[in-house]
């Protein structure tokens, strides 16, 4: 299975090399993230894709100064939305209704089960919903990045309240939550070039009933 030797081709990369991912890889990767699922579908979270150096060096300072972000031909950024709101419902409800041809009153019972949940939480609760979601997304991207030979690192070393004052974040209602860079492995500066893959064995992991 080709995304099996893919995986075990990719790995976190910890220094790249500066080249860029060319536009039509960097898009069949962001077209992945689309596709990713989320609970409900409602796709809590807002993207953002990185490629000026000066934002990258902005965010490096605030990420442990770890390499690969300035040397990453693009960082992804996933942002949680804080707060989703019955606006966000509604605008999702009219995506559904415009996409699959239907009305905006047989969708009412969905509505109102998503608007249910989002009020059945707290602040916290809804950050951390809405970061879990994000979180798929990134797994997503990771797959399909290994599947077009583009290296990326998923990344949490950061100091998110810091990262989120660089972009602006929280007066849009996001947090920032992960990092994903994208570009190319060094060869030469990288420690884990020939590092061999380790997990957990097969039987220890999972559980057959
Ligand atoms: C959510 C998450 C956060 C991570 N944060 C970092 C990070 O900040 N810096 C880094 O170099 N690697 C980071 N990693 C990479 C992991 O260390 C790496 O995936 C793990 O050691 C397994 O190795 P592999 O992905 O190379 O197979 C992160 C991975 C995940 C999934």
Request: glycine content about 4%; aromatic content about 8%; hydrophobic content about 40%.
């Amino acid at each position: 299975m080709e995304l099996i030797e893919q995986l075990q081709w990719r790995y976190a990369t910890k220094r790249m090399n500066g080249e860029k991912v060319p536009k039509e890889k960097l898009e069949k990767i962001l077209g992945a993230i689309q596709l990713s699922p989320s609970s409900m579908g409602f796709q809590p979270y807002t993207i953002y894709v990185i490629e000026n150096p000066e934002t990258k060096n902005e965010i490096f300072q605030k990420a442990a100064k770890q390499p690969q972000i300035t040397e990453s031909s693009h960082l992804i950024v996933f942002a949680a939305w804080t707060n989703p709101s019955l606006e966000n419902v509604d605008t999702y409800m009219q995506l559904i209704a415009d996409e699959r041809s239907v009305t905006l009153e047989s969708l009412a019972p969905f509505r109102n089960k998503i608007a249910a949940e989002l009020q059945n939480k707290s602040s916290e609760e809804l950050v951390n919903w809405t970061a879990k979601q994000a979180y798929i997304a990134l797994g997503t991207g990771v797959a399909a990045a290994a599947l077009e030979k583009i290296d990326a690192t998923p990344m949490e070393g950061f100091d998110s309240n810091a990262l989120d004052e660089v972009l602006g974040l929280k007066q849009k209602g996001l947090k920032s939550v992960v990092l994903l860079a994208l570009g190319y492995r060094n060869l030469e500066t990288d420690p884990l070039v020939s590092a061999k893959k380790v997990r957990r064995p097969k039987e220890e992991l999972f559980v057959t009933i």
